[in-house]
């Protein structure tokens, strides 16, 4: 039997969750965590937990040399324009024997605005908000790092991520208004089984130095998601405002989220990954979600 490659997790929220069952049986897996809570749950799916804290540069050094494989999926810090998280984990991976590959997940955020554009992985990327910048900046850590390390380094960008436990329902019932059409900005969707699929794709095929955009089909502006989502679930569809209007009312850390309009490309993810998505579009996943509820 071949030797099983060893792979290391780092951030264990719900992506992280999603991959672990569809990596059963094809790596010897391990996963960072901060706190022993999430351990009893890892070993029984046979997962090694190893105590550690990304924010403690000292709690990482078992990290050296662990691993074949890195998928990076923890997030910035919330303040500050570095990603002083990823500066560690990079420190510490460079302890010893560097990985053979790395994947990170990143965010369409990197882009900017870009006035309803398509936008494909060649763009430059012009970040506008301090989270974005601290995204942009793990990008840049990883490339540099891989390139030195000889490491295949793969970057996926990934939109906004939606499944059914996961949709703006509490915004909808707050009444939180959307743009009026005209002036109304595209927004770009990936299931989270889907961004899944595309991350253990990305583990297998994912070419050296390279950015993917794990995103769906739908080419969404951002009220008719909402009004979608708001139709699907028997809630009033969001009233309608004008950016004037908006910037009166709504705060800063929204109105930067909507204020940002692209539409990403995801031919390269198609045709380099090999991914067919289960849920093209934000329409295709609500009619499966009410047909998954109608059947319980």
Same mark, same amino acid.
């Given at each position: ?51 550690? #804290? =990304? ?5 990482? +050094?078992?990290?050296? @040399?662990? %691993?074949?494989? /890195?998928? &990076? ?120 089984? #889907? =961004? ?5 794709? +990305?583990?297998?095929? @994912?070419? %050296?130095?390279? /950015?993917? &955009? ?83």
């Amino acid at each position: 039997m071949s030797h099983m490659k060893r792979l290391l997790i780092i951030g264990c929220g719900d992506i992280a969750r999603r991959v672990i069952p569809l990596l059963a049986g094809r790596y010897r897996t391990c996963a960072l965590i901060r706190t022993g809570a999430r351990g009893k749950e890892l070993r029984t799916q046979g997962i090694m937990p190893i105590l550690g #804290d =990304l924010d403690e540069r000292a709690s990482l +050094a078992r990290l050296a @040399g662990l %691993a074949d494989i /890195v998928l &990076h999926l923890a997030p910035p810090p919330n303040a500050g324009t570095f990603d002083t998280r990823t500066r560690h984990l990079l420190a510490a991976l460079s302890g010893g024997r560097p990985p053979e590959r790395f994947v990170y997940i990143s965010t369409s955020g990197v882009y900017g605005d870009c006035g309803g554009a398509a936008v494909g992985e060649t763009r430059a990327i012009h970040p506008q908000n301090a989270r974005a910048q601290r995204r942009a900046d793990a990008e840049r850590q990883i490339r540099r790092w891989a390139r030195r390390n000889g490491v295949e380094a793969s970057i996926l960008r990934v939109p906004g991520i939606y499944a059914a436990e996961r949709l703006p329902l509490e915004r909808l019932r707050a009444g939180t208004p959307a743009f009026v059409a005209a002036e109304d900005g595209y927004t770009n969707h990936i299931h989270a089984d #889907d =961004l899944a699929r595309i991350v253990v794709a +990305a583990l297998r095929r @994912g070419r %050296a130095n390279r /950015v993917y &955009h794990a995103s769906d089909d739908s080419e969404l502006k951002m009220g008719d998601y909402f009004d979608a989502v708001a139709d699907a679930h028997g809630l009033p569809r969001p009233s309608r405002i004008s950016r004037a209007e908006a910037q009166r009312v709504l705060p800063e850390s929204l109105l930067s989220f909507m204020n940002e309009s692209r539409r990403l490309t995801n031919e390269r993810m198609k045709r380099e990954l090999k991914v067919v998505l289960r849920y093209p579009t934000v329409a295709v996943a609500l009619q499966s979600f009410a047909a998954g509820s109608a059947a319980k």
